[in-house]
């Protein structure tokens, strides 16, 4: 059956997000410094080979356990599940086919149509919440997995319903001091998780943990 | 020359010390929790024979290279930096020869003279600062290195001083939800790090960065 799994990096001290990074605050000089973050904290993955072509880079990267990481976290997904802040923000920069290749559930208020887009992503704007979107993914991934793909508000949703089997975490040697948070907001006796593997990268340290 | 660093244990949402971990609340009902909580953070070293040992818990313990990263911590290390709440709760439950055999300086407002342990550890109890404190404890170090102990705030204290030169973390697969995070209260720019080494132990991440 269909595992459910997050795959996202975070620093340090537990964000995922600098402050200020919404689509809204792209031009506003009070958030200067977001995307200077945003990119310490994703070092690690813009030199992946895999993750450069799929994101229309060029070419070159490394080749690596930490990009055949990478290419399986693609390769497994079936349906991927995220946030309204994700999808604009992604919405305004990933390349015209989207970099998901597989049905997109989106956790919005917006009332709006799918959206396919080349290369076999669509999104679906859900507005009916987070179980009614996991059992459409489960639907669409057929054997494959179905990634929670973030933002934070949204897998920790997902963690409190206590749905997650695996977290894997690319833990970046980097110290935001603000911003959003991975952990939070999370249900008392909380998820439980065991360390089931660790990959040491230079740019980062790759945590998979498996629900007890 | 003597090395500044940090070696403890931190949860995966990023909290190095339970809600209600206080001396004052040991029978308050509200924080009944606590205790268990703490415990699920420092399982990885409580197996430890060095750690056993110097504990007086008894015989036996794990020999293998996290036993070998404990006995490193402690035999590197020629005095010890800690905050007032960190005293108050080991002076309650360290054994009689504290676990330190070093010089340990207590920052605190109390006013109170040097407290001589047997086995080698003293308690001086500081009260004109962290950077005063680091003074004496460079003194006292002699070619071995200081160890700030804890709490987070003294930590967060030295680390806005940028004296922190070797970061090492034993982050547990546990979610805490609350509590005192390690990370908080840091200036911008914060300090910056690199991943040094990366041990993985089956109850915890050694996690070991270095300043840049």
């Known amino acids: 059956m269909s595992k459910v799994f997050v795959n996202i990096a975070m620093t340090l001290d537990g964000y995922t997000a600098p402050e200020g990074m919404a689509i809204e605050h792209w031009t506003d000089p009070t958030y200067k410094n977001w995307g200077a973050k945003w990119g310490s904290l994703m070092t690690w993955l813009m030199n992946q080979q895999y993750f450069r072509d799929k994101l229309k880079f060029g070419p070159g990267g490394e080749t690596g356990p930490v990009n055949d990481l990478v290419r399986t976290t693609f390769e497994r997904t079936g349906a991927n599940i995220m946030g309204k802040r994700m999808f604009e923000q992604g919405e305004a920069s990933w390349p015209e086919d989207a970099p ?41 991934a057929g054997s494959r997995d179905i990634r929670i793909s973030g933002g934070a508000n949204v897998i920790q949703q997902y963690l409190n319903m206590g749905v997650v ?23 008392e006796p909380g998820p439980q998780f065991r360390i089931d593997n660790v990959l040491a990268g230079s740019a980062a340290t790759h945590l998979r943990y498996v629900r007890k």
């Open 165 to 187: 089997e695996e977290l894997e975490i690319a833990l970046a040697p980097v110290l935001f001091g603000s911003g959003r948070r991975l952990f939070e907001n999370l249900r």
């Open 100 to 140: 998901f290749h597989t049905p997109v559930y989106v956790l919005t208020h917006e009332k709006r149509g799918p959206w396919p887009r080349p290369g076999g992503t669509t999104f679906y704007f859900i507005n009916d919440g987070a179980e009614r979107a996991l059992e459409l993914a489960r639907e669409a």
